[in-house]
Each structure stands twice: as structure tokens, then as C-alpha cells.
């Protein structure tokens, strides 16, 4: 490794962390929560410290992880990534406090204790009137005409599953033929699993339900996984109203989809019938809920991961303690496929401390990821690829006077706009609410579009150590200089030279050209991080 790029690599590294960090103190911890989740865990400590330091054990080594991030005047945050699943850690907080905790176990489907099988909607219904913990229902192929209210639950060694009765199969769910199916024209859901809990959905088709598809509704520790569901009225999946006991949901490997509306448009007002939200948080709906590996697509809204969003602007950044108000925290949405949204891939807009976006392929919107606005924070969205927006990238444009954005981390991502997006640039600032800590580190940001369309300077975001692959970033530059602010210092400008997969070619500016973020790309290759969602393998 070069001795003088070493040296700018630590540097860099530093700054980021003393600056996300703020100034030291020596102010102790009160309390310490850990989240573990699959690949993730999320920490919230209780402090009134200025700063205090992460590390997480790594071969018999503490090592720093990302910075904790104060979100209201008496706690901070941070989460783990890169983690295994059923594995045990142990962390440092403050130089002092070590903490044990084990990841969750990978889902498998439990053996069942009793089985039952229905072939139709009154059957069904009977089954789960009077369904006990432990029992499987399966339904046959076929058509199951109404709603289904679920009100029982199971417990965590016992669920109740309901599934359907086919073969498995290694077809991508979004292809797959034959499932049995709850048309649920003329109810209000196809199916609601109200104040239960541990329920697992698998391998049914639900559509056509005039408000909701499934619907979570004051539950917790459900899983709903290889499902189909279609078509419904404004809802294909919601969870919803459930507070500080519900959630801890695992929704995986889904086709959540409005197949009716197949003609695209970016203007959904023409399109009223169209399912407006594919998978929906909202009104305190729980928390600590995985949302994975489903295929979402043709809504308006295709994932809002954090619910609540009018609510921001109730939450000054002095406040004693958001999680005693607001329970939403440690959410993970990694692996989907969101594409053709009229409106947003993923709003995360709302309330939410400790959300965790990472590996998705956002494609085909008008906005790729919206944050207006989002707080407390942190919110991480790390090595997802945002293609073919036809407006933002960064969706910032919001009401006065509806709080301040903050928190916001975006690291390793890959953006490339619609050539067509007239609207915007591959990043767009907008005017209205504020923001503050919304940082950039190691994204690409190509297209065939200018750099940044500026709307208004309401925001200022730390960019860094970004590759730019567009038109006027000149501009771009000398408009943030003379608004007296520093742009990429040690950015990167040039043609991207990435392939159709969004991997760095041999040559590109993107290798060894990024800055190392501690708990974020410790693993990487070569002389230093690459810039964009994956490191360079030659061959």
C-alpha cells in the first residue's frame, strides 16, 4: 500500500468519525440496549455524553464500528453491520462496557404438532375459529372466495401456521403458478391477523381485498413469506397500530405487486385505482420487523418503512426521549427488488431510530429513496443501486415547517437517474424543511443528466470521497464554494467505468479510491476501499 495514500486513508477516516462523533466527554453510560437481528444489531445507549466510542470484537480484537449518532438529548445509536446469523458477539462501549449478544438464527419453518387440511373459505374459516398453538393449516389449490380474521396466536415454540398445500419450489415467486388464492373482492382484507401473535403465512395468492391484502394489526412475531399479493385496494401489506408490543415481524421472498395497472406512468393521479402502498409501517405499527428478499412492484409507494411521518415535527432535537413517544426503531430492509413506483422506491419518511437499508436494487421510480423527512436517525442506507428515477435520487422536498431531516447516512450506493429525468439532476436539493448530519461517502453518481439540480440550498449534505460521472459538476462545485461550504475535497471525477452489473471494470476511478468507514467496509480489498456498492474482483 502507497505510504502517502495510507496516511490519507486514516486521516479521512478520523475526520469522518470526529465529525459524526462530535467532541469527546467523559460522561458514563446509564443504560444499553442491543437489537441483534440476522445480519444486523442496532445499540441505543442512554448517555449524556458529547461522544462515545463503539467497537465490536473481531478475532479476539476489539475494533471500531460506526460512531454512535445522538439522536435526542439523552440517547445515542448506532448498529452493527456485516454480521452472521446465529453467531455470537461482544462489544465495547465507552472503552469500558463489554456486552454479549447472539444474532437471530436463520427462519426455518417448525415441525408442526397437528395438521389440518381446508379446500374451502368456510372450512378455512372453522379451522382457524378454533386453531391452537402448534397446529398447521393447509389450504388446497383452489379458490377461496372472502376475508380471513385471524385472533388466535401461537407462542414462540408453537406457531400457528397457515399455508398452502403445494410442492416446494425453487421458482422466483413472482413466477410461480398454482397457489391457492383468497379473493377477497367485497371484504375489507384478504387477510387480518388481529392482537395475535406468531402466526406464519406461506404460499397463498391474497388480491383483490378492497382495503388490505394482509393486514398486521396489532400483531407481533409474525412471518409472512412466499406469498403472492395482489391487487388490493390501498394496501397490498400493512402493519399497522400496534405500539411498543407489537412488531418483530419477518415479511421475506414476496411478490407484492398491482399486476391490473401494467401501463406504466410517473403521473399516479391518472391512475386512481392503483394500489398505492406495496409494503406500509404505519401508526405505530411495532417494531424490530425484517423486510427482505421480496419483489415489490407497480404501486405508488413501494416500501414505507418508518410510518408516522407528520410526526417529525413534534420531535425537537433537545427532546428528553423519542422511543417513550414514538416506538419505531430497529428496522432492516435489505435484499428486495422495488421497481416501476409511481412515486417513491422506498419512503422512509417518518420517525425511526436505527433503520437499516442495504443491498436493494431500486429501479424504474420517480424517486429512488425518500427521507421527507426522517428523524431521529440514524438512518443507514448502504450498497443499494437507485436506477432509471425520474426525479431524485434523494427525495428532500417537503412543507415547511415539518421538523428537520437528520441523521441521514448514505455510503457505497450506486445512482443513475432515467436519461430522461428533465426534473432533476442525479441528485437533487430541494427547498423547504432542513436537514442536518445528512452525509455521502463512497456513492457513485452517474447519468446522463446534470450533477445536482438546485431548487433551493436548504440543504447542505457532507459529500465525500464520491465518484461523479455527469454533467456540470463544475457548477455543482462553485455553487456549494460560494455558499461559503466545502464539496468533495477528495472526491473522484470522471467516467465511472462500471459494468452492466454496477461493478467497477478494471481501470475505473472507483478502486482503492474510497474512504474507510469503520463497521461499514472494514473488509475491504486492495489498497483501499472502492468507491460504489461493490469492490473490484479482477477476472
Not at 314 to 329: A, G, K, Q, T, Y
Not at 359 to 364: E, I, K
Amino acid at each position: 500500500m502507497n505510504w502517502k495514500w495510507t496516511v490519507l486513508l486514516v486521516i479521512g477516516s478520523l475526520a469522518i468519525m470526529l465529525a459524526m462523533a462530535g467532541p469527546q466527554g467523559d460522561e458514563d453510560v446509564t443504560d444499553i440496549v442491543i437489537t441483534p437481528k440476522f445480519e444486523t444489531a442496532g445499540i441505543i445507549v442512554a448517555t449524556k455524553a458529547k461522544s462515545l466510542s463503539l467497537e465490536i470484537e473481531r478475532d479476539g480484537v476489539f475494533r471500531p464500528a460506526h460512531p454512535f449518532v445522538r439522536y435526542d438529548a439523552g440517547h445515542m445509536a448506532s448498529s452493527l453491520f456485516g454480521l452472521e446469523p446465529g453467531k455470537r458477539y461482544r462489544v465495547r462501549i465507552g472503552g469500558k462496557h463489554v456486552r454479549e449478544f447472539f444474532t437471530q438464527k436463520e427462519f426455518t419453518m417448525p415441525r408442526a404438532r397437528k395438521t389440518v387440511r381446508v379446500s374451502s373459505m368456510e372450512e378455512l374459516q372453522k379451522a382457524v375459529a378454533k386453531v391452537r398453538p402448534g397446529t398447521e393449516i393447509l389450504l388446497a389449490p383452489g379458490v377461496y372466495k372472502g376475508g380471513l380474521l385471524i385472533r388466535r396466536s401461537g407462542t414462540p415454540d408453537a406457531p400457528i401456521i397457515i399455508r398452502g398445500d403445494v410442492p416446494p419450489s425453487s421458482v422466483s415467486i413472482d413466477k410461480r403458478e398454482g397457489l391457492p388464492v383468497i379473493e377477497a373482492r367485497g371484504a375489507e382484507s384478504g387477510i387480518e391477523i388481529r392482537d395475535a401473535s406468531y402466526i406464519i403465512l406461506d404460499s397463498i395468492r391474497v388480491q383483490n381485498g378492497d382495503k388490505h391484502g394482509v393486514y398486521l394489526r396489532r400483531a407481533s412475531h409474525c412471518v409472512v413469506q412466499n406469498m403472492q399479493i395482489y391487487d388490493n385496494g390501498i394496501w397490498n401489506l400493512i402493519i399497522s397500530k400496534g405500539g411498543e408490543r407489537a412488531g418483530k415481524h419477518l415479511i421475506q421472498y414476496n411478490h407484492v405487486a398491482d399486476l391490473e395497472h401494467e401501463r406504466f406512468t410517473f403521473t399516479y393521479k391518472r391512475d386512481p385505482d392503483v394500489t398505492y402502498y406495496g409494503i406500509q409501517q404505519d401508526n405505530q405499527g411495532g417494531w424490530g420487523t425484517t423486510i427482505r428478499g421480496n419483489i415489490v412492484e407497480g404501486h405508488v409507494d413501494g416500501i414505507m418503512s418508518s410510518g408516522d411521518e407528520s410526526m417529525l415535527k413534534n420531535i425537537p432535537e433537545d427532546h428528553p426521549d423519542v422511543l417513550s413517544r414514538w416506538i419505531n426503531r430497529e428496522v432492516d430492509i435489505y435484499d428486495n427488488i422495488v421497481r416501476n413506483q409511481r412515486d417513491d422506491a422506498i419512503e422512509a419518511d417518518g420517525v425511526c431510530v436505527n433503520q437499516r437499508v442495504f443491498r436493494n436494487f431500486f429501479g424504474r421510480s420517480q424517486n429512488a429513496t425518500s427521507v421527507s423527512p426522517s428523524g431521529p436517525g440514524p438512518f443507514f442506507f448502504v450498497r443499494n443501486i437507485m436506477v432509471g428515477y425520474m426525479e431524485g435520487g434523494v427525495k428532500l422536498n417537503t412543507g415547511y415547517g415539518r421538523g428537520t431531516i437528520r441523521n441521514i447516512y448514505y455510503y457505497h450506493n450506486v445512482f443513475r437517474p432515467d436519461p430522461r429525468n428533465w426534473l432533476g439532476g442525479v441528485l437533487t436539493i430541494w427547498k423547504g424543511t432542513p436537514s442536518k448530519n445528512l452525509f455521502f461517502r463512497n456513492n457513485i453518481f452517474t447519468g446522463e443528466v446534470r450533477a445536482i439540480s438546485f431548487q433551493g440550498l436548504a440543504h447542505v449534505p457532507d459529500m465525500d470521497y464520491d465518484l461523479w460521472d455527469a454533467k456540470d459538476v463544475d457548477k455543482a462545485r462553485e455553487r456549494f464554494v460560494s455558499a461559503g461550504f466545502p464539496w468533495e475535497p477528495h472526491g473522484v471525477f470522471g467516467p465511472a467505468r462500471i459494468d452492466e452489473n454496477f461493478r467497477p471494470m478494471a481501470g475505473s476511478p472507483a478502486i482503492d479510491r474510497g474512504v474507510l468507514l469503520p463497521g461499514i467496509n472494514d473488509d475491504y480489498k486492495g489498497a483501499a476501499p472502492d468507491i460504489g456498492a461493490f469492490e473490484y474482483e479482477e477476472g
